[in-house]
């Protein structure tokens, strides 16, 4: 199995920032694209920003510019740092991976927990 443990998020002013970090542990596993998700209370959870293995990166249209997606694969680290926020960006952000078990085929879905982003006016 592969845990996903999320830190970072609170609360901040418009135009603060934040920083996001997701942490993967679990052994025999390659993990591939890392992800942030997003999910406003009565919305859907949608898509911010993507990272494949090689630092291929693509963002929300909502983000860009304002959010950087990184990653450290030594650490196994997704990051998510998010600047000029606005009060658009209150949700609850969900850090996802696709990881393959080594010597299987096929990737699955690992999601980690939520940590609320509140940002006010």
């Known amino acids: 199995q592969v845990q996903l443990v999320v830190t970072g998020g609170g609360l901040v002013q418009a135009g603060g920032s934040l920083r996001l970090s997701c942490a993967a542990s679990g052994s025999g596993f390659k993990i591939n694209t890392m992800s942030w998700y997003r999910q406003a209370p009565g919305r859907e959870r949608d898509l911010v920003a993507a990272?494949?293995?090689?630092?291929?990166?693509n963002y929300a249209d909502s983000v860009k510019g304002r959010f950087t997606i990184s990653r450290d694969n030594a650490e196994k680290t997704m990051y998510l740092q998010m600047n000029s926020l606005e009060p658009e960006d209150t949700a609850v952000y969900y850090c996802?991976?696709?990881?393959?078990?080594?010597?299987?085929?096929?990737?699955?879905?690992?999601w980690g927990q939520g940590t609320q982003v509140t940002v006010s006016s």
């Open positions: 990272i494949t293995r090689d630092g291929s990166t």
């Open positions: 996802n991976c696709k990881a393959v078990r080594i010597g299987f085929i096929g990737s699955r879905d690992y």
